[in-house]
């Protein structure tokens, strides 16, 4: 049961790019809340300056350097009957952003949370990629580190349902280039960029063919949707197995890699894959 004399801490969507795409509400909160915690106060302000809307309450920064400290205070707040609202600087906060330790915090101090919904690039781009939307997962960011991404990749070669990835322009190219050696080359993907903003481009293909793309080098916001293992057939055989195996390490990979691959794209598990590379 909420504290009956707390506040409330409001998470409201910011827009992603186009400020037109703020709601009625957003502005609303905006103009009222009591504080806003922001992740990066310059950005709010550009906003409400975009918006014609004046905050009337205490703003404070709230970013991943300064949420262990400031949760308290906010949190305090909130027991004083202060409405907080959290914003970051483009979509939910707490998705990828700052904003889970806030949420957490509030709730076992009984203080009632709501959210002011409206956009999300994860839903945006897996909407505009044209591939399933009946089963979707939000995977965030992949590990910055080779091997620590590719294992998180080798985690998710059998995952059945389409998946949504935030990237950073200078890693997209490798990103889908991973993708397609551990996944296999023909697994279907969108990349979103710029989402829209000005210069929004969405690209569709196979992950081998948008690596390719995307070696050129891409700028902005990158939203990557990626289709999930789909059900083939098990009928193969050991010798096609393992042919299958040697086919992909003949091109540079290892034998591990190329396991991962094979199981990826064929649906078998991965150790009757090995066993059958290894007879």
Same mark, same amino acid.
């Given at each position: 049961?909420?504290?009956?004399?707390?506040?409330?801490? !409001?998470?409201?969507?910011?827009?992603?790019?186009?400020?037109?795409?703020?709601?009625?509400? $957003?502005?609303?909160?905006?103009?009222?809340?009591?504080?806003?915690?922001?992740?990066?106060?310059?950005? $709010?302000?550009?906003?409400?300056?975009?918006?014609?809307?004046?905050?009337?309450?205490?703003?404070?920064?709230?970013? #991943?350097?300064?949420?262990?400290?400031? @949760?308290?205070?906010?949190? =305090? &707040?909130?027991?004083?009957?202060? +409405?907080?609202?959290?914003?970051?600087?483009?979509?939910?906060?707490?998705? /990828?952003?700052?904003?889970?330790?806030? !949420?957490?915090?509030?709730?076992?101090?009984?203080?009632?949370?709501?959210?002011?919904?409206?956009? /999300?690039?994860?839903?945006?781009?897996?909407?505009?990629?044209?591939?399933?939307? =009946?089963?979707?997962?939000? #995977?965030?960011?992949?590990?910055?580190? /080779?091997? &620590?991404?590719?294992?998180?990749?080798?985690?998710?070669?059998?995952?059945?349902? @389409?998946?949504?990835?935030?990237?950073?322009?200078?890693?997209?190219?490798?990103?889908? /280039? =991973?993708?397609?050696?551990? %996944?296999?080359?023909?697994?279907?993907?969108?990349?979103?960029?710029?989402?829209?903003?000005?210069?929004?481009?969405?690209?569709?293909?196979?992950?081998?063919?948008?690596?390719? %793309?995307?070696?050129?080098?891409?700028?902005?916001?990158? +939203?990557?949707?990626?289709?999930?293992?789909?059900? $083939?057939?098990?009928?193969? @055989?050991?010798?096609?197995?393992?042919?299958?195996?040697?086919?992909?390490?003949?091109?540079?990979? +290892?034998?591990?890699?190329?396991? =991962?691959?094979?199981?990826?794209?064929?649906?078998?598990?991965?150790?009757? !894959?090995?066993?059958?590379?290894?007879?």
């Amino acid at each position: 049961m909420p504290e009956p004399d707390a506040g409330a801490l !409001v998470l409201a969507a910011t827009p992603i790019g186009d400020p037109s795409d703020a709601s009625p509400r $957003l502005c609303a909160l905006l103009a009222g809340a009591d504080v806003v915690a922001a992740e990066d106060t310059r950005r $709010l302000r550009r906003l409400a300056a975009a918006l014609d809307v004046e905050i009337t309450g205490r703003v404070v920064s709230y970013h #991943e350097h300064n949420e262990g400290s400031r @949760t308290r205070h906010l949190v =305090d &707040q909130l027991l004083a009957g202060k +409405t907080v609202l959290l914003v970051t600087d483009a979509g939910m906060p707490s998705v /990828s952003d700052p904003g889970y330790r806030l !949420v957490a915090a509030a709730v076992a101090a009984g203080v009632r949370v709501t959210a002011a919904p409206g956009p /999300s690039a994860a839903l945006a781009a897996l909407a505009v990629s044209g591939l399933p939307v =009946d089963r979707f997962c939000f #995977e965030g960011f992949l590990p910055r580190k /080779s091997g &620590q991404r590719r294992e998180r990749l080798r985690m998710l070669a059998g995952e059945p349902r @389409t998946m949504v990835f935030f990237e950073a322009p200078h890693r997209t190219a490798e990103v889908l /280039s =991973d993708m397609a050696e551990l %996944w296999g080359p023909e697994r279907s993907a969108a990349v979103c960029r710029e989402l829209t903003k000005t210069y929004e481009e969405v690209r569709r293909g196979t992950v081998a063919e948008l690596a390719v %793309w995307a070696d050129d080098g891409v700028r902005g916001e990158i +939203t990557v949707v990626v289709e999930g293992a789909s059900n $083939l057939p098990h009928e193969l @055989t050991d010798d096609e197995i393992k042919d299958a195996v040697r086919a992909i390490e003949a091109t540079g990979s +290892t034998r591990r890699d190329a396991v =991962d691959a094979v199981a990826a794209e064929t649906g078998l598990p991965r150790r009757r !894959v090995y066993n059958a590379a290894i007879t």
